[in-house]
């Protein structure tokens, strides 16, 4: 049983760092940027991933967790590239709004 006490305490602290980590870069989007992205506004997601953080936290109940966990994924696999698309998606190094994903695109010519 101690085995699984320490896989389930890494899973939690995994589940924990991952809501900070949506939250943060919640708050550093621009407010701007979540209505250019039609999404909920930016007040709504730092409620949600915070109140997510605050469960991981503080209230050991496995179905909170897991609904925060929902909305810690649905942030980072629907709002944050939205966020980034609309912003130029700032981690980029450099490169033309015609680069695609595997190098610049040329139409073809």
Not at 24 to 29: C, F
Not at 30 to 56: H, P
Not at 71 to 98: E, K, N, Y
């Amino acid at each position: 049983m101690q085995g699984f006490a320490g896989f389930m305490w890494l899973l939690f602290t995994a589940m924990t760092v991952l809501a900070v980590v949506a939250l943060v870069m919640a708050v550093m989007a621009r407010e701007d940027a979540y209505r250019a992205a039609s999404k909920q506004t930016k007040n709504f997601w730092m409620i949600i991933l915070g109140i997510a953080v605050l469960v991981n936290l503080l209230v050991p109940m496995l179905f909170l967790q897991i609904a925060g966990l929902i909305a810690t994924i649905v942030f980072f696999v629907d709002v944050r590239p939205a966020l980034q698309q609309v912003t130029g998606g700032r981690g980029r190094r450099g490169g033309s709004s015609s680069d695609g994903p595997y190098g610049p695109y040329n139409g073809g010519r």
